[in-house]
T-cell receptor
């Protein structure tokens, strides 16, 4: 058990809809990272938050947004969903803000767009 | 950014044999190289990591080697067991372009009993 909690485990919705994925980091970790895992793209970094502030941005679509709250949990919001957004979405956390330290992953949210 | 290539994409070994997975990276400024194991229905689990100031690191049956000159690093699993069957990902990271991991495309390892 990594200590990172993601909810829900599965999400099924339709095109054009909006969903929110939630992540609680390990106790003591201040950074939260979001990744998308699909069969053809592998694990792709989306965005990082550190202690409530955005720290780094990857290949995140404008339809996607995230935030980290004062209690350090994070939410990833996906809107105007398309079929191609079907994927596994992982959250990871680390103690500090630098990437040269271990990141611990949750078990992901599987998003299926019908 | 960084480009990480991983080989092979699939690997089958007999129980008790060794398995080796290799990764190359493109940016010489990369300084941290973790390896993750992902089992079906689970998230990636960190199994070992190495920093750029170290050439080799070992943890029981798992070892990682790093060749900075050639820009490649490898995962070695000895005395493989069926429970080692999973997908393994390498990653590289450099802090001067943001705080993100660049992952390889994964190796599906099957250990045949």
């Amino acid at each position: 058990d990594s200590g990172v909690t993601q909810t829900p485990k599965h999400l099924i919705t339709a095109t054009g809809q909006r969903v929110t994925l939630r992540c609680s980091p390990r106790s003591g970790d201040l950074s939260v990272y979001w990744y998308q895992q699909s069969l053809d793209q592998g694990l792709q970094f989306l965005i990082q938050y550190y202690n409530g502030e955005e720290r780094a941005k990857g290949n995140i679509l404008e339809r996607f947004s995230a935030q980290q709250f004062p209690d350090l949990h994070s939410e990833l919001n996906l809107s105007s969903l398309e079929l191609g957004d079907s994927a596994l979405y992982f959250c990871a956390s680390s103690v500090g803000s630098n990437s040269n330290q271990p990141q611990h992953f949750g078990d992901g949210t599987r998003l299926s767009i019908l | 950014g960084e480009n990480v290539e991983q080989h092979p994409s699939t690997l089958s070994v007999q129980e008790g044999d060794s398995a080796v997975i290799k990764c190359t990276y493109s940016d010489s400024a990369s300084n941290y190289f973790p390896w993750y194991k992902q089992e079906l229905g689970k998230g990636p689990q960190l199994i070992i990591d190495i920093r750029s100031n170290v050439g080799e690191k070992k943890d029981q049956r798992i070892a990682v080697t790093l060749n900075k000159t050639a820009k490649h690093f490898s995962l070695h699993i000895t005395e493989t067991q069926p429970e080692d069957s999973a997908v393994y990902f390498c990653a590289a990271t450099l802090t001067n372009t943001g705080n993100q991991f660049y992952f390889g495309t994964g190796t599906s390892l099957t250990v045949i009993p």
